[in-house]
């Protein structure tokens, strides 16, 4: 069977999908070589009665069964990130049940987990949001909430420290009070203004050299309580330059999904492990190529994951917040989830076109464990939508 699918331009062209299924199963030797975190989406309950302005609605059962998958080949989960939609549907409440109830199931499993810690409580106009202390406040009440269910802690970039600091001492501040707080060495996430515009500035400058040593003091006066930094700026000179600088055994955690396997796989003098919202779809995949890198081969290794990068850059591109429309109608194509539908109604952020230019670059792939599951639910949107086959 072929599928007419529409182009960028208004027209259309035939795709014909591929017959054979993913050999990519679960299982395999731990992962080696690299500490490697896929950050996962969740799944929104499609049958809630709810209004837009309402908490979002989760299937808590389709959010955990997906998180058990990528933990069967070997990834661990970056829990309540950006990917799950945090400041984009999912609110602090849904954030904190999330984490408790996926902190839970890791134990249960024996999965790897961190989670994000933030500042997502503050809603503006919320008691605290515009002072520092308030925003300090909110940090310690999730990075507690975090460090009670025995996960690790990732401080996310705050909207409310980029609203309210006025210099780059602000940052040290507040920084500085939460790793002397922090019981484990946390993660450090430095997300750029290309995921989220309310961070532009961050660290106290718009001058990202600027801004990098700010962020490089916070790591140097504390390095014992950094376990590692994820670097989310879609720069991969200055992510190199940043990792060649981190004190001895301070990871960098590659946040590239534009040049990740350049980044993993490293040069002489180092090399990124990897905190990544595109290893959600690319779970097995990615679990499968950095086995091949434990081997020490890197041509292998850069074999598997290359071809990958053109799927991710068109997720990933502009406004590139909103490339989790894309990840969540993969896992729906894959069988993960029953329905296409997103919290916050995010399934409309992304136009059919692109959509269809998703479904052909990851069936080229291989990423369909079902094929012809992928194929049937594509012809089913491409209905809704009346394109006719």
């Known amino acids: 069977m072929t599928l007419r699918l529409p182009s960028a331009d208004g027209g259309s062209r035939t795709y014909t999908p591929r017959s054979e299924p993913a050999r990519l199963a679960a299982g395999g030797a731990p992962l080696a070589s690299r500490t490697v975190f896929s950050a996962a989406h969740?799944?929104?309950?499609?049958?809630?009665?709810?209004?837009?302005?309402?908490?979002?609605?989760?299937?808590?059962?389709?959010?955990?069964?997906?998180?058990?998958h990528l933990w069967a080949h070997g990834l661990g989960v970056a829990e309540a990130m950006d990917t799950a939609q945090r400041g984009m549907g999912l609110d602090w409440a849904g954030a904190a049940e999330l984490i408790r109830r996926s902190a839970a199931e890791a134990k249960a499993v024996g999965?790897?987990?961190?989670?994000?810690?933030?500042?997502?409580?503050?809603?503006?106009?919320?008691?605290?949001?515009?002072?520092?202390?308030?925003v300090r406040a909110a940090y310690e009440e999730q990075l507690a909430l975090v460090e009670e269910t025995g996960s690790q802690a990732i401080l996310m970039a705050s909207r409310a420290l980029a609203a309210t600091a006025k210099s780059p001492d602000d940052y040290l501040t507040v920084y500085t009070h939460l790793l002397r707080q922090a019981t484990e060495p946390v993660v450090l996430h430095w997300l750029g203004p290309m995921f989220d515009p309310a961070l532009e500035g961050y660290w106290g400058s718009t001058d990202l050299d600027a801004a990098t040593e700010t962020f490089l003091q916070v790591i140097a006066e504390h390095p014992d309580k950094v376990d590692g930094v994820k670097i989310s700026l879609l720069d991969a000179r200055r992510e190199v330059e940043l990792r060649r600088r981190l004190p001895k055994g301070v990871r960098c955690y590659t946040g590239d999904d534009f040049h990740y396997p350049e980044?993993?796989?490293?040069?002489?003098?180092?090399?990124?492990?990897?905190?990544?919202?595109?290893?959600?779809?690319?779970?097995?995949?990615?679990?499968?190529?950095?086995?091949v890198l434990d081997t020490g081969d890197t041509k292998g290794f850069r074999e598997l994951l290359d071809p990958t990068v053109e799927l991710s850059r068109h997720l990933f591109q502009p406004p590139t917040r909103f490339y989790k429309t894309g990840v969540v109608f993969l896992a729906w194509l894959a069988g993960h989830q029953d329905h296409f539908t997103m919290v916050g109604g995010l399934q409309s952020a992304r136009s059919l076109p692109h959509l269809a230019r998703a479904y052909e670059l990851a069936d080229g792939l291989g990423l369909f464990p079902d094929p012809a599951v992928a194929e049937a639910r594509m012809a089913s949107l491409l209905s809704v939508y009346g394109v006719d086959q």
């Open 42 to 68: 969740v799944v929104a309950d499609p049958y809630a009665d709810i209004s837009p302005d309402a908490p979002a609605a989760v299937d808590w059962d389709a959010t955990l069964a997906f998180r058990r």
């Open 111 to 134: 999965g790897r987990i961190a989670c994000g810690v933030g500042t997502d409580q503050l809603t503006p106009g919320a008691a605290g949001s515009g002072s520092l202390d308030g």
């Open 263 to 291: 980044l993993i796989a490293g040069d002489e003098r180092g090399f990124s492990h990897a905190l990544l919202g595109i290893f959600d779809p690319l779970g097995p995949l990615a679990a499968e190529a950095v086995r």
